[in-house]
């Protein structure tokens, strides 16, 4: 059994490294539009809540999904989510919502 766990281990990776790949490679010839994703206008400097929501997503997803890995090796299981990584996720989309709100319009 420990064989096949390892075996889904390495394929689950591979897998999701191959779409990470493919999804960074029609970022950067623009097949993916990125186009007002941290700006709110073509024209504007980027929002610091949507930059700070942009490496919040992508730290917390990567720390999961290395607890995740760690987890599966030894016990075969996802691991629950960590309470301090909802919470920090959760703080991010507040800063986001709460500067979207009072952001002066231009």
């Known amino acids: 059994m420990a064989g096949f766990s390892f075996a889904a281990t390495i394929a689950l990776v ?5 779409f990470a790949f493919v999804t960074l ?7 993916i539009s990125m186009s007002g ?15 700070l929501m942009l490496i919040g997503t992508i730290a917390g997803a990567f720390a999961y999904f290395s607890y ?3 987890s599966i090796a ?4 996802f ?3 960590p309470q301090e990584a909802v919470m920090a996720l959760g703080g991010s989309n507040f800063l986001y919502i709460f ?3 009072f952001r002066p319009r231009k």
């Open 25 to 31: 490679l029609k970022m950067l010839d623009g097949s």
């Open 99 to 101: 500067g979207k709100i």
């Open 37 to 51: 994703m941290l700006a709110t206008g073509k024209d504007q400097p980027n929002d610091p809540e949507r930059v």
């Open 74 to 77: 030894t016990g075969g299981t």
């Open 68 to 70: 995740g890995l760690k």
């Open 14 to 18: 591979a897998m999701l490294s191959a």
């Open 79 to 81: 691991p629950p989510v």
